[in-house]
């Protein structure tokens, strides 16, 4: 799996016009998976990323997780993050699960 994990004061995924995710403070994630990854991956990934250090405590230190400051999580699906661009002009997106298996562990 490929986590790009991103802090944000506020966050929402718009398509076609209809909001289909908010959150106020907390993390923006974009998600890849591979083909080999496991629902142990996945729990892995998300006790990890819950548990980051990342927002400041009263001393300005980046001291607390997400849990410390009450901030919310928007998941982004993103295939995208298995490109491979080494060859031509066009990416392949070979290397990224099937979408069955993306879908299960997402």
Do not use: W
């Not at 991956?41 to 819950?50: F, G, P, Q, R, V």
């Not at 250090?53 to 400051?69: E, H, Y």
């Not at 919310?72 to 070979?94: E, K, W």
Request: charge should be negative; proline fraction near 4%; include cysteine.
């Amino acid at each position: 799996m490929r986590a790009v994990v991103q802090r944000s004061l506020e966050a929402k995924v718009t398509i076609e016009g209809n909001t289909v995710g908010t959150i106020d403070h907390g993390f923006v994630v974009l998600l890849g998976v591979g083909p080999t990854d496991t629902e142990a991956d996945s729990d892995y990934l998300a006790e990890k990323i819950s548990k980051l250090r990342v927002f400041s405590d009263p001393v300005c230190k980046m001291n607390l997780a997400l849990a410390d400051v009450g901030g919310q999580v928007l998941s982004i699906s993103q295939f995208t993050l298995y490109a491979d661009t080494h060859r031509g002009n066009r990416p392949s997106f070979t290397g990224a699960a099937d979408p069955a298996l993306g879908d299960r562990l997402y």
